[in-house]
């Protein structure tokens, strides 16, 4: 069965510093992708970052960088240089063989000036 | 407009009553997403549509909730006789349908039952 687990349900980090959001998923499909989303107090899914299974450099995009760590199928999300702006829930997805997504349970992330 | 447009943004309504929840994908997106997303919790999926293939109905919680694609473009979620508990935010999302394509997400509708 495919499952996304989150394990960090809150996590606080110093304005500027880098901070490091888990995600470990379970599947049985050889084709999959993986995806971040923030989701703002405001509530709009904002998406940030995909990294493919078959891809073999880490994605970036900007500030976010994906840990893609396919043996231990670990997709954490990297932030550097925290932001106020980024406080927010984040969510670790995945896309199986059917383009069907599976969402974690997230990790509300506070920046602290 | 670009994105994901639903309607309405909020909806109040009584216990036992039926409400119609709708979404209008972004043009050319083939897949469409329900989820459900309880305050403060991850999503809960409810049900996909991927072109003209049978929809994957197998988050749908009870057979109080249906969902409807016309055309292959917009969508309709259905509750009938709504209970306190289908209180929640409504969330849909459309995609390409090609691997490594994004779900793009409305703004949802905010369903209070009284």
């Known amino acids: 069965a495919q499952k996304i687990t989150q394990t960090q349900p809150g996590m606080f980090v110093q304005e500027k510093e880098a901070v490091t959001l888990d995600c470990t998923y379970d599947t049985s499909d050889q084709s999959y992708g993986l995806f971040w989303y923030k989701q703002p107090s405001s509530g709009e899914m904002i998406f940030l970052i995909y990294q493919g299974s078959y891809d073999e450099q880490n994605a970036t995009e900007g500030r976010y960088s994906l840990n893609f760590q396919k043996a231990r199928k670990s997709a954490n999300l990297v932030i550097s240089a925290s932001q106020l702006g980024d406080s927010a829930m984040y969510f670790c997805?995945?896309?199986?063989?059917?383009?069907?997504?599976?969402f974690g349970s997230g990790t509300k992330l506070n920046v602290k000036p | 407009g670009a994105g994901v447009s639903q309607s309405p943004s909020n909806k109040v309504t009584e216990k036992g009553k039926d409400v119609e929840l709708r979404c209008d994908p972004i043009?050319?997106?083939?897949?469409l997403y329900w989820y459900r997303q309880s305050l403060g919790q991850g999503l809960e999926f409810l049900i996909y549509f991927q072109g003209n293939s049978a929809p994957d109905k197998s988050g749908l919680p009870s057979d109080r909730f249906s969902a409807e694609r016309t055309g292959g473009s917009v969508s309709t979620l259905t509750i009938q006789r709504t209970q306190q508990e289908d209180s929640a935010v409504y969330l849909c999302a459309s995609s390409l349908g090609n691997k490594g394509q994004p779900q793009h997400f409305g703004d949802g509708t905010r369903l209070s039952i009284l």
């Open positions: 043009s050319g997106h083939t897949a």
């Open positions: 997805a995945m896309r199986d063989n059917f383009n069907k997504f599976y």
